[in-house]
């Protein structure tokens, strides 16, 4: 069964209800797909999204359990499960470790998966490209070997920020460097429609690539980064200049990695992918469908990041906010998203070995998150009258003065787990402002009109 090809559909008959109804002859020809998936312990939740965004093979969770009953697999060892029958003997892996019977997640019909109680993926004929399911295999590896305490230079990590191994340096303020330098010249180009600063920034931007640090890539703030750089490329090359620009990136990124880590690095195979689907022509249809194969991306990063370091880690959250601004903003319930920000926040203010400058970043990120998952203008302006004054003599370089046309800038990543954030914070702090002006603006119109002659 190949994967779907961009802009193809999956073909499915639909039965009562709107479900999807396969034939048993189509699912014995899936059969071995689906069993390579659901041995490696991945959660039926994420066995069912591969199998629908992958292949197109779209079905329900019972649907799944029914056929899961007649093959007789099961992942657990119980009593239900007799040693030598599990899936993992039958396909020739080791007699699999005695663990606790866990019942399997309960998923909607439209695949509803929960982070936080909330994430959705409802997107029913996502557009992908043939490299999908090497993208995010290459993605899981990525992230596990990052933190694999089995590797001796695996990463640490505690609430707010990742700590690399004693052989390696961290590159956090590197790859925040590159990410702003990004964002410089899109704001040139996008904002002050300025292509002469753009043609001065673009190339400081491409000569920061060919200096890597460290003599391994293996890095988490990759991840973090890369997703936001090619979608911010993409915006430029949308306008229509400086050609090219992430098919450029890609090969830029991958010539540096490879000469320091070798072809089999995990991030030159997820290159590989986003290269082949990327269109030569951003202002078509396939720049649309360029955006949702970077969201899977994205979004496996964090789910993954997730499961091996938390939901409530700095980073995470901060990714997630990113999200919600770039591709889907109803991709959390707004409540238990910016309940775990202040969860976040109340625990960087209650322990006495965190930064001060770590809990305004926190502060700013609770800002950035409430402005793109519930537009709450009001609880924005309080946060941010709450929170700055109070340490204004210690962050005045960081923070909102009180004139209009300056903008707090978020500390780097290397003094807190935001990275991203510096110079678009001040898009979240005016808006509101400009919204109010815009009200009083309206209501002294209609006042005017109402005046007698």
Not at 22 to 29: A, F, G, I, V
Not at 360 to 378: F, M, N, P, Q, V
Not at 417 to 430: C, E, H, N, R, W
Request: hydrophobic letters at 35%; aromatic letters at 10%.
């Amino acid at each position: 069964m190949e994967p779907i090809i961009c802009g193809q559909q999956p073909q499915v008959r639909q039965a009562v209800g709107g479900r999807a109804l396969h034939s048993e002859k189509k699912w014995e020809e899936m059969k071995p797909l689906i069993k390579e998936v659901f041995i490696t312990n991945e959660p039926v939740r994420s066995l069912i999204k591969t199998m629908t965004q992958v292949y197109g093979f779209t079905a329900s969770e019972w649907m799944y359990k029914d056929h899961f009953a007649r093959w007789g697999w099961h992942k657990n060892r119980t009593k239900n499960n007799p040693a030598g029958s599990s899936l993992g003997a039958e396909v020739g892996g080791a007699t699999p470790r005695r663990r606790n019977a866990k019942g399997l997640p309960h998923v909607e019909q439209k695949l509803t998966g929960k982070a936080f109680g909330c994430f959705t993926v409802t997107i029913p004929g996502l557009y992908l490209c043939t490299g999908q399911a090497r993208m995010l295999s290459s993605i899981v590896q990525y992230v596990d070997g990052l933190f694999d305490l089995g590797n001796k230079n695996h990463w640490t990590f505690d609430t707010f920020r990742f700590y690399p191994p004693s052989s390696t340096q961290d590159d956090a303020e590197y790859w925040q460097r590159l990410s702003d330098r990004c964002y410089s010249a899109s704001s040139s180009l996008v904002r002050m429609r300025s292509k002469r600063q753009f043609d001065a920034k673009i190339p400081d931007f491409f000569q920061q690539l060919t200096s890597l640090p460290g003599t391994n890539i293996l890095s988490p703030h990759i991840m973090a980064i890369f997703w936001q750089i090619c979608l911010t490329l993409r915006g430029m090359c949308s306008k229509g200049r400086g050609g090219n620009l992430v098919r450029k990136f890609l090969r830029s990124l991958k010539a540096a990695i490879i000469t320091k880590s070798g072809l089999e690095h995990p991030v030159v195979k997820i290159i590989d992918s986003i290269h082949e689907a990327t269109p030569h022509d951003f202002r078509k249809k396939s720049s649309n469908e360029f955006k949702y194969l970077l969201s899977v991306g994205y979004e496996r990063t964090l789910t993954r990041l997730e499961e091996v370091i938390g939901k409530g880690h700095a980073i995470v959250l901060h990714m997630w906010s990113r999200y919600l601004r770039y591709w889907d903003r109803t991709a959390v319930e707004p409540r238990s998203f910016l309940a775990a920000h202040l969860q976040l926040f109340i625990y960087a203010e209650s322990s006495s070995d965190v930064q001060s400058s770590t809990s305004i970043a926190i502060l700013l990120g609770y800002t950035y998150a409430a402005y793109y998952s519930d537009r709450e203008c009001g609880l924005q302006a309080e946060m941010l009258s709450q929170s700055l004054p109070r340490r204004m003599d210690e962050c005045k370089r960081r923070c909102f003065v009180g004139n209009e046309e300056s903008a707090p800038q978020a500390p780097s990543s290397t003094d807190t787990a935001a990275p991203g954030m510096a110079g678009q914070i001040s898009d979240v702090v005016k808006r509101p402002r400009q919204q109010e002006h815009g009200l009083r603006i309206k209501a002294g119109g209609q006042k005017k009109r109402m005046r007698p002659t």
